[in-house]
């Protein structure tokens, strides 16, 4: 017979959690979204000894990953992100010019990455809203997944030096900076029709400081530039994290 | 500029999937549910050399893993169970006697030490029903989730030598079996009450095979008989998982 | 510039669904569901020059074909449904021992031969109950698909010398007999676990006549028996509605 | 006793949509809808020896045909149409000036005519963007129905030398060039009141190639022209149908 | 311009429904459910003196009558049943040996004989319990529809000296003493299959006191005894209700 | 025991609708909301001997007076309507320099007088667009409730010499010439805040033909002409019925 | 044994509640939304001998009181605000240089202050529109929860001297004046982003009469000036409420 | 401009409520429903000096209390209750025999008493299971409402002493242990039809030990022995609360 009591289990996981999400009010970097792009981000920017936090308003992270195309869960890389997926351990074959990974992997992979380098992660967390303090951004607004979105009760405040739009087509955060005015009307036009080879590179070559403290990646950059659709290839994804990692790890060591 | 069709992803993606699915038709051991016992279940089976795949209704796998209790996502093991976690690479903390883990990344772990040993995870698919003949399980009915429950759409069947119902609380396989009179009342009463250390040993000891060719793990093991709930501690499922995968794999070795 | 008035179209289709609904209410052969064996047995036996009604409750017939499995429009017969196949037109393909046919091509094909042989079919009209006088059914009671379901509505009722259960899994007709206590327990025992070639056998050697003036066809006939699942094998579900299409018309025959 | 594996019917089918589904990503048209106006202009188009794809979102084709008006199922057509339902051999009855048919008859004769003709119809399958390379249309964004909805799952393309927006009233694809400012406002007015003569006349006369690679057929011809509606008269959907085959064809052959 | 205050009409609205609604508290009769035997047996028994309220769960009284067959808004009557209609001033039609009238004059007829005759009827209140006293029902606990039935908000009490079910199929106030082995199986068996003819008598001469103070009507009379349905035709309904009025008014007579 | 068969009750329903329905395609007027103020107007416009028809998308008509206000049953009327209750045999009470009525009394009595002076009523029929032909309102474009609005399914149309819009707030007919450009901005801005009585007064002294063919009364005059709001005072809308049928009745007797 | 009837608790709530809805009708001042700007105010101006009535859309009065941040129900106040706390007798305790107090108790004691001071709080109960006359807010428009929103119900009218807008984010009455044009597009921009500590101070000082008889209190005062979002902190909330209490005060003292 | 950071007010409440749901993990009493029977006892035992736990589904405490009755909010009480009243501070008002409070005031007092008594009430948590050790209760097995009940998401244990079932006519805990047999069928019949004097007394003379560690208060007292309901009147209620606070702390007083 085992001996131990059920509320010592209540009582480790509430310590546990009070303990992380205590850490996680205040960081370097809050990444909203914990799909592709996001979670290269946070792994990328955790292993150069930032802290990071995603948040992620589902149960799981990975978001598109997980369903390939149409649910048949197989995801295409190209040549170029190769080295992302060799560093995080993932497996790929050929297919042609391309090459293909098991989907389960690369998203599993990348969490466990991100997590292990370091970042929190906070599932059934969404972020409904963006702190703006002297023209800069300075953090989120916060609340439960399902609570918050039907009840009325209030989100509290995640702060950070650095936020990252990483929610994809719907870029949350700069439309809360649009409707109020504070981008303007080219900054949010919503992406293209889909062109992938013209899509995977403007993904990489837009990331940028949309406002001042406030970095899109991955499909927020293509909502946000009115950059083409790609589809179910993920190499642009991963190098559009990988590269607001290195944009912000660059911004964070000069101040 | 890139180099490629969208077509040749599409392709990739179609052939990549075609070939996946052909080989779960047929396998050695078919489990149903992605939650913790199922996966390590899968995982041991897989690193044995058998042929494993999981079908998991939801998008992702990981079941009751990433929520933690209610959301806050840290999970509780045992001493007894430190192995596992070990051998997963997870990474541990102590509190009083027991043990805590970040859920995000025994999720991800678990299902990444799964596919890696070669474990075909399909999601999105869950079963409707069971196969039999000659008084043995011998298959799966599966269906499309969302499709399958609301227009008039027929499953599909995946065989195997063994079938793991690790469908936790539902016990769906067994229900199946039950519905038709082939397990009696007392197959499946239904979980306990909660009583955790008592549930914990539950779940281990009474793994078993359930009808000839169906097993269980995990959850369903309390579910059909009737043993008691054991709340947001791991280790037992995970035990679960290892032991049911001894269990099948000196079976299949008899043969 | 073409030369009409709108209401004259609206005119042309009152007149024509009135007439249609007018022979509607009294036939020889009411099927109720426009599904494979449902809609084969109205083929065959309004070849046979019986006046036949088939009643299906969504807004197009052909069931679950449409759907092939988990939604991959492919479906399967054996060798001994050929015969079938051929006098509908419908090509097939070899596979392995068994063959495969296009599900749009199948369906659509069932509906049209149904219909050019004279069957009335009236979509989005489903059964909500059964006549039964002097022990015998004479007729269906029928609502509009929607209206019925959420509204104080009442039905109507389609008289016939024979009433088909062509509703697949449910048995909605055999459900309305055996809730009065007009059958026994041991008629509607639902259907057994999948074992697709007995089934498929079962499918067709046990269509019968139910209680006096109902019969079943398809998958009704094992949901009344306890007969086992077949999945997306079709050939029972043809040779069935051809079945049960001699079995009436011999039984008219006499009368 | 038959004797076959259930795994045999899994992998025919399997392997028919397999092979069907890789025809289909290359292709000379996609239509997307597979209403009136789409399965006529793909019989035609494919009678002609193109290769064509229909994707349809809904499990069964034929579109609003099924439901004649308010669900009376007759349909009306005038006379200047009665060629094409002679060459579906769909039987039509005189009704004053007008003529009606049958309208399971139709919906049904119309799909098998196209599928005979060697179209492949992709149901449950349904277009939620466009592809535009270098000022032309070049393929569709197509995803599985009600996943793709509702969880974030990747779509993929099917590539086309021409697309057919045959929606309807939504005009799905010029509404994505639309919202992308590709085309002008006045291309994308909505239909106008109903005025069925002169809609019969401008459903025909105004079909187009609205953007480099897109036409459209039926209601998106009114939807994107301000054409007047017309109500449950088919005449105008068949003849447009025709009438973009015969555009496209042309249009084909020059190249 | 007109000269009053819009709480002016405020205070008329809640002056007059105060007053009702009190008066509602104690009656001779409650009925629970305004569909045609309930209004009739309310109209007689206000006619013959007695205080009534008929307590109607929907927005609008009348019940199934609205909607005739289908939606079609016609109701047919047998001759046994026309005197009735005249004294309501209800036109009617022959149609072979029955007889029919519109849907719309039937049920505003009988609402307004009823209400003109003095019933109180009391609409979107539904009865969600019964009260029973010393062996005798003695009232009706009613709530407010789609108040009471989603939030915890508690319901009040109507008393009658006689409380009337005719609330149709469900049998609603026969349940709840059902399930409170109050009354025995026998009496709630549910209706039986259709045989209209027979369900026309059934209904009429199966009116009766089911326990000490609740009497049933139309539909509820078939529900509690097991008679057979009886579809669209609307004179048995008016008869119950007749029927139960005399039976009533004879007992409180008596008293 | 009776003597019928419930064919002969079905084929009488079917008779009378398709009769009634047939008259109702042309008509003098159509009107679209059986509210208050649409009855009124049916109601005198049949007493004037014109044709007319009211469609109503709910199973029963009344509109708002069911409910009263808040669910309480009764409502207010000053005394210049005072005319048209008697008129209509409803009785009230004095309330200040108010009166009430029982509102299950006015509805039903409303409904009675339309139907019983040759009103076709259609239930469960709704407006979804609007003829024009040459410049002029000529018809209704309907469809039936709950398939028209999920289901691909074809309306039809009712056509007359004036079409009345009395859809309330929505003023349905008046956003589909709106929507087209038909009439301009200020014919459509939505009523304004409440002030009773000057929208009483406004209700009735704006009734109007808002282009050629198309009359609005009730809450659509207010709608289309930013008119103030009255809440549950029905005068108004009683003398807006009255006066658009006075105006027709002008308009068609010059014809 | 108790001695007393049913319908003595049904009498005695239903006068207890029509003698409150019916002092309800003309009041001072009626606040819309009973959060804790609308409870403070309410109390303040009850306290002061104001007839204040409160108009509360849900079950329960505290609106995002009860949840705290993400469901955890603690809440936080500045030094500030003390004196209320104070004065309500809710207890708190020092969190660094702020106070947290618990979430139940401050909204029980808010309610309980305003109940007690003589405010009428009528739950269930939501404004849908507002009254103007000689441009003046005059009165609010309001009906019933559930009941108003799903059926065509009419509303009544709450009229006073003076009306709140504390519905929040939503500020639903300055939208029902910003829809008629009745104030202007910089009068209703929405909330800022969070900058809390400038929040805090904005929501007390731009408290204002909005347009003649309509104030706004707590977060409609940032949604109807832009000022920024505050989130978890209740302070300004309640000093705004306390503000609005004042001014309305001085403003009726001067009347 | 005031001066602190929003992660203060995050950390602030963060700390209070780990601090809180830490406290709450182990108690002498948890009680499942904040009701009004629920409150008092819970209200009375801190009183006394024990540690109490309440749990609530819902995002307010006060269940049935809000509401009055259809909406009302007023509540009834008998002479024997007004005791408590007192105690609470809350006004009341004869009627009759009876006395009223009102709604809200009584809610609101009865939480604000209960917390300040010590009482720690945990909202949207509810149980969804029950914990049993050595046959005797020890635990309540809690859900965050929302997440739990449709995500797999893990509960948690809070342990006491002594646990109290208040939640209603579910009988929520009851169930738990009913339906694995460990109390008999006779313990959980469902509350009988209503006598309201008889069972205002019953639901205090009932108040029992259901099993060991399990005791009920309130209508869970009815459902599990078959007492009357009592609708609107909240004396037995109040009692009700009061005896089972006064037998348990009896019984702790021994321990």
Redesign the interface.
């Given at each position: 017979?085992?001996?131990?009591?059920?509320?010592?289990?209540?009582?480790?996981?509430?310590?546990?959690?009070?303990k992380?999400?205590?850490q996680a009010?205040?960081s370097d970097v809050v990444i909203v979204g914990a799909?592709p792009s996001g979670m290269v981000a946070g792994w990328q920017l955790a292993k150069a000894g930032r802290k990071v936090v995603i948040l992620e308003k589902r149960?799981?992270?990975?978001?598109?990953i997980?369903?390939?195309?149409?649910?048949?869960?197989?995801?295409?890389v190209?040549e170029?992100a190769l080295a992302i997926l060799t560093e995080a351990q993932v497996?790929y074959?050929p297919?042609?010019?391309?090459f293909?990974a098991?989907a389960?992997?690369l998203?599993?992979?990348l969490?466990?990455k991100a997590?292990?380098a370091g970042v929190i992660?906070?599932?059934?967390?969404g972020a409904e809203?963006?702190?703006?303090?002297a023209g800069k951004v300075n953090?989120v607004?916060?609340?439960?997944?399902?609570?918050?979105d039907?009840?009325?009760?209030?989100?509290?405040?995640?702060?950070a030096r650095a936020v990252i739009d990483a929610t994809?087509h719907e870029a949350v955060l700069a439309q809360?900076?649009y409707?109020?005015g504070?981008i303007d009307d080219r900054s949010v036009v919503?992406e293209?029709?889909?062109?992938?080879?013209?899509g995977?590179?403007f993904v990489v070559e837009n990331v940028q400081e949309l406002f001042p403290g406030l970095w899109t990646t991955g499909m927020s950059v293509c909502a946000t530039n009115?950059g083409?659709?790609m589809?179910?290839?993920f190499g642009g994804m991963l190098q559009s994290g990988m590269k607001v990692a290195q944009m912000i790890e660059a911004e964070l060591g000069k101040a």
């Amino acid at each position: 017979m085992q001996n131990f009591e059920e509320t010592d289990v209540s009582q480790a996981i509430l310590d546990g959690y009070y303990k992380k999400f205590s850490q996680a009010l205040r960081s370097d970097v809050v990444i909203v979204g914990a799909g592709p792009s996001g979670m290269v981000a946070g792994w990328q920017l955790a292993k150069a000894g930032r802290k990071v936090v995603i948040l992620e308003k589902r149960l799981s992270p990975g978001g598109g990953i997980w369903g390939g195309a149409l649910g048949m869960n197989e995801v295409v890389v190209q040549e170029s992100a190769l080295a992302i997926l060799t560093e995080a351990q993932v497996r790929y074959q050929p297919a042609g010019d391309l090459f293909t990974a098991d989907a389960m992997e690369l998203a599993s992979a990348l969490c466990l990455k991100a997590v292990q380098a370091g970042v929190i992660i906070l599932n059934l967390v969404g972020a409904e809203d963006i702190c703006v303090r002297a023209g800069k951004v300075n953090g989120v607004v916060a609340n439960r997944a399902m609570l918050g979105d039907s009840l009325p009760i209030d989100p509290l405040v995640l702060s950070a030096r650095a936020v990252i739009d990483a929610t994809g087509h719907e870029a949350v955060l700069a439309q809360c900076l649009y409707r109020r005015g504070l981008i303007d009307d080219r900054s949010v036009v919503g992406e293209g029709p889909m062109d992938a080879p013209a899509g995977e590179q403007f993904v990489v070559e837009n990331v940028q400081e949309l406002f001042p403290g406030l970095w899109t990646t991955g499909m927020s950059v293509c909502a946000t530039n009115g950059g083409p659709r790609m589809g179910p290839i993920f190499g642009g994804m991963l190098q559009s994290g990988m590269k607001v990692a290195q944009m912000i790890e660059a911004e964070l060591g000069k101040a």
